[in-house]
């Protein structure tokens, strides 16, 4: 017993003298400044629980630059980093340095499984990549316009004939719900050649799974959900799979998903790889799940993709390529109701495009190519100009696995008076990059930039002096190895509905006022303030013009 106890000691003894010897050793970021944390819960918290995304990063950046400490639970440390210089060096030159957090990794996989979302080291992001990157290529992506197209002249003809046949003055639509509806529809078809029918109403698992599904799950986050999900990091990573089935609010609603789009998808990966085989098929098929399963089936066997982790990659894909869209979409048709100059300007150079294209081709209807929608300046500036202003991934998580330096452009002060150009990261250090912040930025985008203008993209007022993002050098699709593989599929996507939406509807704010709350569930979502519990909402007035 005696023998026991003291071998008891001796490893206790020898644990306290470790954590005080790298409490004392360690290098350490305390000295950068930032507001007051509590040990026991910290203050990261806070930003689920603020009134409008940005509001607290925005404030914290004027307050102590654009990097600044926040507490996590039990007294740990985490960076917020907007430097351009930091987030290159961050993203760019150190990928595969700075890996997701292990709360990230599980929450999402809880809805994704094993996709490239949750791919954590380097080699297997790697590997997923690899064998996405042909579905992803411009000219496949390029090839999906007539669909997009397609879908986006359904959503007009269902609003004219079936929800503004009686209301030539209007009606009051909530505009997010159909566009949430017409994206899903497209991603269906052009990355599974399946049919969703998400705007007939028709009542299918996925598409009831989807709706709300941030909203019912990551609206202000409990305690002690916090708490627990900090114990994560001393789990053995093999284990973490089994957190996914406790049956917590986020769990249950994200399995509810991940239940719906594996049925789907589980079919449809076994019929790809079977057509894959006949030569006659392999080459008639472009949806993106074909191209993807041709892909893993020529790559050297070690870099292939299991069927759990196809099906992963088209879950994946569903979620992240229709909610995201359609939540820019919204946002820009909201600020176009709220400004009408800039929707009478894009109306006007959609409707010039299309008097351009049919003087062109004899008065012979044809619709917008792709060059056609790049050629349309104003258009482009818009895209650009709500992919700065309303972010939808505001926030993301990374930890250093190991040693580090991280270089500024703008220099900060420390808690001590010292003006220091770059600060040391050790092992496990959490970074939280604020993309929000980064977009907001008035050394790179205009003193005016806290305000919606899509000009500052047409009179060269944007200064590039560090290159970060992958478009426009906006952080909103992230950046270096890991950023958004579908980025290009957004904006093509975004492109051919908005130009519907405004060629055949004016857009206006509802007659009784509403306040939109820019409100974090994960995602950057509009709700309406005294609302919440009707989930993500943004009610627009919609008019048919009259052709």
């Not at 639509?173 to 899903?184: E, F, M, P, S, Y």
């Not at 050394?443 to 005016?448: A, H, K, R």
Request: proline share 5%; glycine share 6%; aromatic share 10%.
């Amino acid at each position: 017993m005696i023998s026991i106890t003291s071998s008891g000691l001796s490893i206790l003894l020898t644990f306290l003298v470790y954590v005080i010897y790298r409490r004392y050793t360690r290098t350490s970021v305390k000295h950068i400044r930032g507001p007051r944390a509590p040990f026991w819960q910290g203050n990261i918290r806070d930003f689920s629980y603020q009134t409008n995304v940005g509001d607290l990063d925005f404030q914290y950046a004027r307050d102590y630059g654009l990097i600044w400490r926040m507490g996590g639970p039990f007294g740990r440390d985490v960076l917020l980093v907007a430097d351009p210089k930091a987030l290159q060096h961050i993203f760019h030159k150190s990928g595969y340095l700075y890996a997701k957090s292990i709360e990230s990794d599980v929450t999402t996989g809880v809805f994704t499984g094993h996709s490239i979302l949750t791919a954590h080291d380097g080699h297997s992001h790697s590997r997923h990549r690899k064998v996405m990157n042909p579905a992803f290529s411009a000219p496949q992506l390029r090839s999906f316009l007539p669909k997009f197209r397609n879908s986006a002249a359904k959503l007009c003809r269902l609003w004219k004939e079936q929800v503004l046949k009686e209301n030539p003055d209007g009606t009051v639509i909530a505009v997010n719900k159909w566009l949430a509806r017409t994206t899903l529809d497209v991603l269906g078809e052009t990355a599974f050649q399946f049919e969703f029918g998400a705007l007939d109403d028709s009542k299918n698992e996925v598409s009831e799974a989807y709706d709300n599904m941030f909203a019912d799950s990551m609206l202000h986050p409990s305690l002690a959900v916090s708490l627990f999900r900090v114990t994560w990091w001393w789990v053995p990573r093999k284990l973490l799979d089994a957190v996914g089935y406790i049956p917590t609010r986020e769990n249950s609603r994200f399995r509810k998903a991940w239940k719906a789009i594996e049925k789907v998808a589980s079919v449809l990966v076994d019929n790809a790889t079977i057509e894959a085989k006949v030569v006659e098929v392999e080459k008639g098929k472009k949806d993106v799940m074909s191209v993807l399963v041709r892909a893993n089936t020529s790559e050297n066997p070690s870099m292939q993709l299991s069927k759990h982790e196809m099906v992963s990659e088209m879950s994946a894909l569903t979620i992240a390529g229709h909610e995201t869209t359609a939540n820019t979409l919204t946002w820009l048709l909201w600020e176009l109701s709220k400004q009408p100059k800039y929707q009478a300007q894009l109306r006007e150079e959609i409707k010039q495009k299309r008097e351009e294209i049919l003087e062109k081709n004899g008065a012979v209807a044809i619709d917008f190519s792709m060059e056609d929608l790049e050629s349309m300046v104003f258009l482009q500036a818009l895209l650009k100009e709500i992919l700065r202003f309303h972010p939808i991934v505001y926030h993301l998580v990374r930890y250093a696995t190991k040693d580090d330096v991280i270089p500024l452009s703008e220099p900060i002060t420390t808690a001590t008076g010292e003006v220091i150009h770059e600060i040391p990261i050790p092992k496990g250090q959490m970074i939280q990059p604020s993309f929000c912040t980064y977009n907001r930025i008035k050394s790179i985008w205009g003193e005016d930039a806290d305000v919606f203008n899509p000009m500052r993209f047409i009179d060269g007022r944007v200064e590039h002096a560090v290159k970060v993002g992958i478009f426009s050098n906006l952080m909103s699709f992230s950046a270096g190895v890991r950023g958004c593989i579908g980025w290009r599929f957004s904006l093509i996507e975004m492109q051919a509905i908005i130009v519907s939406l405004v060629e055949n509807f004016e857009f206006s704010l509802p007659p009784t006022p509403v306040e939109i709350l820019r409100m974090p569930i994960g995602v950057m979502s509009p709700m309406v303030k005294g609302k919440l519990n009707e989930g993500v909402m943004m009610p627009l007035t919609v008019r048919a013009i009259q052709a």
